[in-house]
């Protein structure tokens, strides 16, 4: 019986493992990279809110901020799978490019008409600019995580 793996190992302990490295890697990287790209886009006037949001989210009410930790998290778990055969350098571009890329494009396309708020930031370009920039800034730190632990 052949064993699939998530990661380099040959456990499907190993493959559980990573993926809840890239969990917790994604989570981390939220209230690191994601909300310190957002604090310096607030400090330059192109985004209106300041970052770490305390604002409470429905259903339950929590922190905006630890919602966006749990869903970097969650985003986390789908990059860790989707780079599992890449390491150091290449790795943390590709999470970097995977940030910019697919949390945003769901973040306008799905999330935003759940919410009856425009897509993509209405089109305009100074408001769709954000997205990729936080989110980048979140898959950067993403990779930057599981390549440091990928390390050892």
Do not use: D, E
Request: glycine residues 12%.
């Amino acid at each position: 019986m052949a064993t699939h793996t998530i990661r380099h190992g040959s456990t499907p302990s190993m493959a559980s493992r990573w993926l809840i490295l890239g969990f917790v890697c994604g989570a981390v990287s939220v209230l690191v990279f994601h909300q310190g790209a957002w604090a310096l886009l607030h400090a330059l006037g192109i985004m209106p809110r300041p970052a770490y949001p305390m604002a409470a989210t429905a259903p339950f009410g929590i922190p905006l901020v630890w919602s966006l930790a749990f869903w970097g998290g969650v985003w986390g778990v789908l990059l860790a799978a989707v780079l599992r055969r890449l390491h150091g350098a290449k790795l943390i571009i590709a999470a970097t490019i995977f940030g910019a890329i697919l949390p945003t494009l769901v973040a306008w396309f799905v999330v935003a008409p759940l919410k009856g708020q425009p897509v993509a930031a209405g089109f305009a370009p100074m408001a769709m600019m954000i997205g990729p920039i936080v989110n980048a800034a979140w898959g950067l730190g993403t990779g930057i995580g599981l390549a440091l632990i990928h390390r050892r």
